[in-house]
């Protein structure tokens, strides 16, 4: 069955930097536009970037865009997201999703504070 993995998520000060990753089985993993989503203690979860099955296209939330880079590695069906300049606004559960299917992964938490 599909399953999203992630990680790489912790507590960092702000303006701090994280990577996180997802590992994914279960389907053809270049075949498919990916997405990462972040939801925060009282409020609904946002879409914060995609990525095209070849990665050539990419999409941001407005108040990440600068600061994100989303990535895959299909020859490691591996989904990435670096995140630079991190501010508190940034703290949330964040999610490795796959749109068809509506396959999501269990979250890691990323703490920006000081």
């Known amino acids: 069955q599909v399953q999203l993995v992630e990680s790489g998520g912790g507590l960092v000060q702000p303006g701090g930097s994280l990577r996180l990753s997802c590992v994914a089985s279960?389907?053809?993993?270049?075949?498919?536009?990916l997405t990462w989503y972040r939801q925060a203690p009282g409020k609904e979860r946002e879409l914060v970037a995609g990525?095209?099955?070849?990665?050539?296209?990419?999409d941001y939330l407005d108040s990440v865009q600068g600061r994100f880079i989303i990535s895959r590695d299909n020859d490691k069906n591996t989904l990435y997201l670096q995140m630079n300049n991190l501010k508190p606004d940034d703290t949330a559960l964040y999610y490795c999703?796959?749109?068809?299917?509506?396959?999501w992964g269990q979250g890691t938490q990323v703490t920006v504070a000081s």
């Open positions: 279960g389907f053809t993993f270049r075949a498919y536009r």
């Open positions: 999703m796959r749109p068809t299917g509506g396959n």
């Open positions: 990525i095209t099955p070849s990665g050539d296209r990419t």
